[in-house]
Nanobody
Framework: QVQLVESGGGSVQAGDSLRVSCTAS????????IGWFRQSPGTARQFVAT????????KYADSVKGRFTISRDGAKNTVTLQMNNLKPEDTALYYC????????????????WGQGTQVTVSS
């Protein structure tokens, strides 16, 4: 079983950049595809991006395509989400999750979840 911990959230202005990270422990990190999701109060948790276990392929939600970049560092057991040109609608609690399936966006396909890190973007 793998444990996931998110870090790097914070409060920024619209147009700024922020990087959030997901660090894994307790299991074979290289066995899992990693995804990022986000959730605002009163809304469903939505898919943001995912990267394959080898890091060779990625997938993004249309709302973040061209602004967000997901990457992974196997040596550090870390997946990073670089967020540029942030908008107020990006405000949410950001979660990382691990899946045995590559390039999936459905929450149900992810087995392990972190506790989330808050990202707040003000206009």
């Amino acid at each position: 079983q793998v444990q996931l911990v998110e870090s790097g959230g914070g409060s920024v202005q619209a147009g700024d950049s922020l990087r959030v990270s997901c660090t894994a422990s307790g299991g074979p990190f290289s066995d899992y595809n990693i995804g990022w999701f986000r959730q605002s109060p009163g809304t469903a948790r939505q898919f943001v991006a995912t990267i394959t276990r080898t890091g060779d392929m990625t997938k993004y939600a249309d709302s973040v395509k061209g602004r967000f970049t997901i990457s992974r560092d196997g040596a550090k057991n870390t997946v990073t989400l670089q967020m540029n040109n942030l908008k107020p609608e990006d405000t949410a609690l950001y979660y990382c999750a691990a899946s045995s399936w590559p390039l999936v966006s459905a929450r149900q396909m992810y087995k392990f979840w972190g506790q989330g890190t808050q990202v707040t973007v003000s206009s």
